[in-house]
């Protein structure tokens, strides 16, 4: 093993290794106290729908981390990337912790199939419905919707330990078989992510109006993921090297690309939903516009409003800049303010439907929020703690280690 890939330069350091007990517990805190506001009220019914849809709001912005990143590690295996090799394994630790924020989705698995409606209006009889959600009964009922997700998450588990296993197995044996292997199998796990991801859209956030749909909303979730996934990435990274770790591994090159991707995701997200935003507003057919009217009613609107500049015009201009994308301070500013702005957008998703907003709202959901993404984090750091965080028999490292940028 190189000077530059000594064991202490790739192990996660032993002062963060404690920290995932404690961020368990400020996790779970968070979770509590931003519940116990929420249910602080006098109409109960209206407080658990709050509630139940801010807590999916932060369990789909938690998972969005790992759908991202197990993309990111597909794309690598498929292109053959060598840039990308030193800061994969970061990479893989994000996308394994799906197996366990999985575990998250069991409240609203349990919520469904106890026949509650409070987050899915089509979970109750079906005399009780009208509209097209009276006709989706055959899709939409809380059987087949538990079969669905079981499948997505068994689907997301398999490919995400597919991958971290043979990964992790190469840094004992180093044998380019495994590489091979994950290059060959990358392009049929891409199309069956593509499908999951999709179908996991429609089913956990876009039924929640069963009236309405969006052929393209699988892919503005996948952009919302890779846009979150980027932010996350440059965010660890940076603070690892400030420990002291990947500090010669990972350079000025590598956060140089990943501020790209960061900022192509922040054009490619503002492409996605300004494009299903046009097709609905030239359509002007009411069940079809419906989704939006929620969103700008209730004092929502000003949500929407504001991530046209925090998504999209203010990461847009301060990523521009090739020089801001290889400053550290610059690159993680904006990473920073992306994770913000990422929530903003799972938030204006999904939580107009419970309600009109309120002060107290925003403070519960912050609340859940901060807490579910603190237990995350725990989860992250937990994985990171049991494996080095460099592929250090990867065929491609020495690629990535003398890796940079073109003058253009």
Not at 392 to 402: F, H, K, T
């Amino acid at each position: 093993m190189s000077d530059r890939t000594d064991e202490t330069s790739i192990r996660l350091p032993e002062s963060w290794r404690s920290k995932s007990t404690a961020l368990l517990a400020v996790g779970a805190i968070g979770l509590l106290i931003g519940g116990a506001m929420f249910l602080w009220g006098t109409d109960q019914a209206l407080a658990s729908r709050y509630l139940v849809h801010s807590y999916l709001t932060n369990f789909i912005y938690c998972l969005s981390f790992g759908l991202g990143a197990i993309f990111f590690v597909m794309i690598h295996h498929l292109c053959r990337a060598g840039w990308s090799s030193s800061i994969r394994r970061v990479a893989e630790l994000i996308a394994s912790t799906i197996p366990w924020t999985a575990i998250l989705f069991i409240p609203i698995l349990l919520m469904v199939l106890s026949g509650s409606s409070m987050l899915y209006e089509w979970n109750q009889p079906k005399a009780d419905l009208h509209g097209l959600t009276a006709e989706k009964t055959g899709y939409l009922n809380a059987s087949f919707f538990a079969l669905r997700s079981a499948i997505y998450i068994g689907l997301l588990i398999w490919m995400t330990r597919w991958y971290f296993r043979r990964s992790t197995t190469q840094d004992e044996s180093g044998s380019v078989d495994l590489t091979l292997q994950m290059q060959k199998w990358s392009g049929p796990m891409i199309m069956i992510y593509a499908l999951l991801v999709s179908f996991l859209a429609f089913d956990w956030i876009m039924s929640i109006d069963a009236d309405w749909y969006s052929t393209i909303f699988g892919v503005y979730l996948f952009a919302g993921s890779m846009f979150g996934f980027f932010a996350l990435m440059i965010c660890l990274l940076m603070a690892l090297q400030d420990s002291g770790v990947l500090t010669r591994q990972v350079n000025t090159e590598h956060f140089h690309d990943m501020g790209k991707f960061l900022f192509g995701f922040t054009m490619f997200w503002s492409y996605i939903a300004f494009s299903q935003l046009l097709l609905y507003w030239y359509g002007n057919i009411p069940e079809e516009t419906n989704w939006y009217r929620e969103r700008l009613s209730g004092g929502w609107a000003a949500l929407g409003y504001l991530l046209i500049p925090v998504h999209f015009v203010l990461p847009w201009l301060g990523l521009v800049s090739r020089h801001v994308r290889r400053h550290r301070f610059g690159l993680t500013f904006w990473a920073v303010w992306a994770l913000v702005a990422h929530w903003l957008d799972m938030t204006y998703l999904i939580l107009p439907n419970s309600g009109p907003v309120s002060t107290v709202v925003i403070i519960a959901h912050l609340l859940v929020g901060l807490g579910m993404f603190a237990i995350l984090i725990s989860f992250w750091l937990r994985q990171a703690s049991q494996v080095s965080l460099l592929a250090v028999r990867d065929p491609r490292l020495e690629e990535s280690l003398a890796y940079t940028n073109p003058l253009l």
